[in-house]
Every structure is written in C-alpha cells, then in structure tokens.
C-alpha cells in the first residue's frame, strides 16, 4: 500500500491548489476534500475555460476520476446544486457515479449565513473577515451536536423537521440578539425540500470506500481547502477558519487513520496573500502591493475582495510544514514575479529585539521581517518547461527557499493553465 497523497495549502490559502490537485487527478482514483466548503475558491483553467470549484473537489473536470466529499465538510446544497449545474453546462457532467457525499456531512443552512454576516457585522474593528458563507456557525453546530447532516436531509421527514425546528429555535435566540431577524424553520424546510430529491442520489458512506480504496492501492488524492495557517487550533487564532486544515484533518474528516496518509504536499505561493484580518508580517503596501496584486489577479474567488499581499515568508511556511507535515513543496506563480528588478524573502523576524527563524504563528503580530534580496527574473518564466531552462536567478530564488525549508520542491507553476508546469529534477 502507497498511502495517499495529500495536497494542502501552506500558506493563508489561495495558493493555487485547484490546478495542482487537477494536475495529481489525471491519474487518480479519488479525489477526496476532508473539510472546509465554500469558503473555498479553487480556479482550473482548461483549454482557456475558467471552472471555479468552490466544494466540488478539483478532480471534477478528468473523467476517470471519482470524487468525494467527506464528512468533515460542511456543504451548500444549493451551492453544490449550482455547482453541479454549472459543469453540465460546460459539458463536464459529474454523475452519483463519479461524486459521492458523505451521509455524515453536515449542511449549511441560510440560518448559518445569516448569524456569519450578522455576527461580523456586530463585531466591528474585531470582525475576522469571513466569506459570509456560514462556514463557522455550520462548524459550531456539528459539534455542538444538533446539526443537519446529509443523512438527516434523505431520512425520514419526520425527523428532518425535529432537527430543523430544535436548531432553529436556538440559533434564532442568537440570530435576534445580534440584532438581525428571525429565521423560521418553515422556511428551512422548504429549503432542504427543495434541493433533497436532486441531492439524494449522491449520498452516501465515504470513509470505508475511501480506506478500502487506498488499502487496495487505488490512487487517491485529498484536496485541502484554505491553508494550514487558517488551522482553527494551530493558525493564527482567532483570524482563522473553523475546521482542521493540514493533514492531520484528512483522518478526523475523513474517517480514516493515520496509517493511510502517504505523502502531504504543500502549496506555497513564490509571494505571499491573505484575506481577510489577521496577522501578516511581510505585508507590502502602496505601489508595489497593488502592482503584485495585480500582476497575480490577487482577487478572491469566492468573495471578489482584493487579497493582501506580500513577500514570501520562510519562518512562516516553516511553521506551515511542521504544521501540516509536509514532505514536499508545489510553488505557484512564479511567473508572477517575472518583471520585478528584484525579489525579497523573510528569512527571520526580530520578535522583542531577538531574531527568530521559527516562530511560533501566535507570535507573528510582533514581527518584524528580516528580508534577503535575491535579482529578479523576466516574465518568460511563463514560457519555460523545464528545469534547468529557468533563469538562473529564479533558481537560486527555488534552491534557498527549499534548503531553509528542509523540503524538496515537487513541483513549480509558472501559469494558470494545465500544461504551465515543471517537474523539478530530484535532489
Ligand atoms: P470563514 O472560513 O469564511 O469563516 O473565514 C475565516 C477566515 O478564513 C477569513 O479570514 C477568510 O478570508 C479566510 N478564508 C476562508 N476560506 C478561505 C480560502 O479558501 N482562501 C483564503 N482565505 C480563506
């Protein structure tokens, strides 16, 4: 047995897993997500065609591929619907065949969004900078133990409407003293009796035909979603997601054991981003902020909102590693940086007048950056395909971001397309 391959994100998301997981999925098996929902945004482009997956898992668009979503996911129907619609509509049907939905995932209802804009709305200065997508009230109903889950929605009416009605009435008491209006478990019922017929057919166990898969040597891929520094315990609390982003959540998401995870890819930008509020140390501003941003089309993809950006940060992906545990790099956007007279990246911090190289992430709204300059490199890095034809520099820029990581580069992007990639040579 292998073990499976994970590709997870190393940084604060957006890091251009979409692509890399498309490009895992050619010969996959599975394709699993394990947590998060549409709170993600994961960009393919094929053939010029633009496919924004927000829950569908990114191998959607290789016809062999089989795709599931697990239960620690908490999911849209209705986004999964339009989902769905949407890649019929670009002629990439994706079956009860080739998409399978855990009966142990719990759904998002529009009560969800509502408390996620109400509270962000009632917090002020202290608002984390959500997506609005309900994915943090969904999360604190699963574990609070009266959420709605899959199962729920194609079992029994009967007990559908018990669960709506219990959830409901509690979740209205903090809905009304946020300030914000009622939701009446009528109309969440209507909701759910909407989409449950089209939906039903997808559902199903995930676990056991997820383990059975890899113990039977089937290649089977897990996509994170976010990035291991939005960890809910281990990012930068509280201005992080509600769910476990780094491998360790493809066990508890999944339903598997540690045994079956193989290898844990990160994906690491050549820079760094970030959405929404919470610490960022090699934060850029001004010009050359905007010209990264919109070089890199740094917009969200699920919320449009323009993304922080910065300089690539080696304390933090080093955090991220240990995070997450990596055994290896995918750099994206390389290109991205093609045009820059010269490119930075932070090799440390001065935290209380002492240089660190490992900080802990709790610490980062302390730090103060300590750079290392490296020459830049041109735009035709989008051209190149192999290795040893990039620029010498943007090399050297590769070798010392993987030799201060102590991880092996897998992979580099040089462009959103499918065929913009290059296989690094092993060390
Ligand atoms: P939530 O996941 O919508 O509750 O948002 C919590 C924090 O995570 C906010 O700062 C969001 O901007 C950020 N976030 C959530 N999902 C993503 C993502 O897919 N990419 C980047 N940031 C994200």
């Known amino acids: 047995m292998r073990g499976a391959k994970v590709v997870v994100g190393a ?39 633009k496919t924004v997956l927000h829950l569908i898992p990114s191998g959607a668009l290789h016809p062999k591929a089989r795709c599931a979503i697990a239960a ?39 009560i969800h969004r509502h408390l996620d804009v109400a509270r962000e ?43 709506v009605e219990r959830l409901v009435a509690e979740r209205n008491l903090l809905l009304v003293g946020l300030g914000a209006a009622p939701v009446s478990a009528a109309a969440v019922l209507a909701e759910l009796a909407a989409v449950r017929e089209r939906l039903a057919p997808y559902v199903g166990p995930v676990g056991a035909v997820i383990a059975a898969a890899i113990e039977g040597d089937e290649t089977v891929i897990f996509e994170g979603a976010q990035g291991v520094l939005l960890d809910c315990l281990h990012g930068t609390y509280p201005f992080v997601t509600s769910s476990s982003t780094g491998a360790g959540g493809v066990c508890t998401g999944t339903g598997i054991g540690p045994r079956l995870v193989g290898e844990v890819l990160g994906v690491t930008k050549a820079y760094a981003t970030r959405v929404g509020a ?32 910065g300089w690539l940060d080696l304390p933090a992906l080093r955090t991220a590693a240990r995070l997450g545990g990596l055994t290896g790099l995918v750099v994206t956007k390389l290109d991205v940086l093609g045009g820059f007279d010269e490119v930075r990246m ?37 051209q190149v395909r192999h290795y040893l034809d990039l620029p010498a520099s943007a090399r050297h820029f590769l070798e010392r971001l993987s030799a201060a990581v102590e991880l092996p580069i897998e ?17």
């Open 11 to 49: 940084q604060w998301g957006d890091e251009g897993k979409g692509k890399i997981v498309d490009h895992f999925a050619r010969s996959a098996d599975w394709v699993v997500r394990y947590q998060g929902g549409a709170n993600a945004g994961h960009t393919l482009v094929v053939d010029g065609r």
């Open 72 to 110: 620690g996911c908490v999911v849209d129907p209705e986004g999964l619907l339009a989902e769905l619609d949407a890649l019929e509509a670009a002629g990439a049907p994706l079956t009860p065949e080739r998409l399978r939905v855990s009966e142990r995932a719990h759904l998002v209802l529009s």
């Open 121 to 163: 709305a009632a917090a002020g200065a202290a608002a984390i900078g959500t997506t609005g997508r309900g994915i943090g009230p969904a999360y604190e109903d699963a574990v609070g133990r009266r959420g709605v889950r899959f199962a729920e929605l194609v079992g029994p009416a009967s007990a559908l409407a018990d669960r």
């Open 278 to 309: 919470g610490p960022f140390p090699t934060e850029l501003n001004g010009a050359l902020e905007a010209r990264l941003r919109a070089a890199g089309g740094e917009f969200g993809a699920t919320t449009g909102r323009p993304r922080r950006c």
């Open 346 to 382: 932070a090799t440390g911090y001065r935290v209380n007048g002492q240089v660190v190289e490992d900080a802990d992430v709790g610490t980062l709204a302390d730090a103060e950056p300590i750079y290392e300059v490296f020459a830049g490199w041109g735009p035709e890095v989008g």
């Open 411 to 427: 992979l580099v992007s040089v462009g959103p397309e499918r065929d913009a990639i290059i296989a690094c040579p092993p060390r």
